[in-house]
């Protein structure tokens, strides 16, 4: 197994983890608040500008020094570009690299500057799809608003160029229900079903769409609906059995008490990456449900 691997499926144990204890996240009403007056006003994040500076320090103490060296010397070509042809190849350099060192916030930052130059379809849905791996990643709510701004910007800029297209919908129905659940209002009447309305849409047309049906299972986990979200997860490992949906599953199946075919969803895990680290964290949730 490689180190990307390692990442990822350490990134799908913290984000169940996160997930159960968080409240029932893009379903639920943001908590009211009375002011001095006696006015109720909806609680929201404080509005923050975050940029690419702002995501890309913390991101360079992830990946090590030897990494950030690469990336260290493509922000210096970019700050010395003379044109904006250079310009606008060497930020595409820079978000495919941060794409390698598996940094979604900062390779969101700069496919989104070069969606802005030369607005391709491709650039806006990567943007977008980085920004919400960028929020599902973090659970840092002073940025987690600036992120659900940019994907949703970017996956109505994608949509633009190519209406009918399904990863730019299922993206933005993604980034509908999140932002949402942070209390963040949208001008143009964005709502968590209407989210949820476009990933179902979503799987009418394309019933096996992986990223519509992992969404929807997962946020019916988040608001409870654990049989709806083994559905989901069921489906999805039918048709390809990955390491994510079949965590989610065996989560779900632990929500709602089912306790062999819990552990026989995390023995799936277990199988599929043989690892020690990853071997004694699923051994420990199979042991709590033996007791």
């Not at 310009?87 to 598996?102: G, H, P, S, V």
Request: net charge positive.
């Amino acid at each position: 197994m490689n180190w990307k691997q390692i990442i990822v499926i350490g990134a799908v144990f913290a984000l169940c983890a996160y997930l159960f204890r968080q409240p029932v996240k893009g379903l639920v009403k943001p908590k009211v608040a009375k002011q001095g007056n006696g006015v109720v006003s909806d609680s929201k994040p404080a509005a923050k500008n975050v940029t690419v500076s702002d995501v890309s320090a913390p991101a360079k103490t992830a990946i090590g020094a030897a990494l950030s060296a690469t990336i260290n010397d493509l922000e210096n070509q970019l700050k010395n570009a003379a044109t904006d042809a250079d310009k606008l190849n060497l930020e595409k350099k820079l978000a495919r690299q941060w794409d390698d060192d598996n940094q979604p916030a900062p390779a969101a930052f700069y496919y989104q500057a070069a969606a802005q130059k030369d607005n391709t379809f491709d650039d806006w849905l990567s943007a977008g799809n980085r920004f919400n791996d960028a929020f599902k990643s973090t659970s840092d709510t002073s940025v987690q608003p600036a992120f659900i701004s940019n994907a949703i910007g970017a996956f109505k800029n994608a949509v633009k160029l190519k209406p009918d297209n399904l990863d730019a919908k299922t993206g933005l129905g993604v980034a509908y229900v999140n932002q949402t659940s942070l209390g963040i209002p949208d001008p143009d009447g964005g709502s968590p079903m209407q989210g949820i309305m476009i990933l179902l849409d979503v799987v009418k047309k394309d019933p096996n769409n992986r990223n519509a049906n992992l969404n929807l299972g997962l946020f019916a986990m988040k608001s409870g609906q654990f049989d709806k979200a083994v559905a989901r997860f069921k489906k999805m490992v039918e048709q390809k059995p990955e390491i994510e949906p079949y965590f989610y599953l065996a989560e779900s199946y632990r929500q709602l008490g089912m306790k062999k075919e819990a552990v026989d969803a995390y023995q799936k895990c277990k199988q599929m990456i043989p690892d020690p680290i990853i071997d004694r964290k699923i051994d420990q949730y199979i042991k709590e449900l033996k007791n």
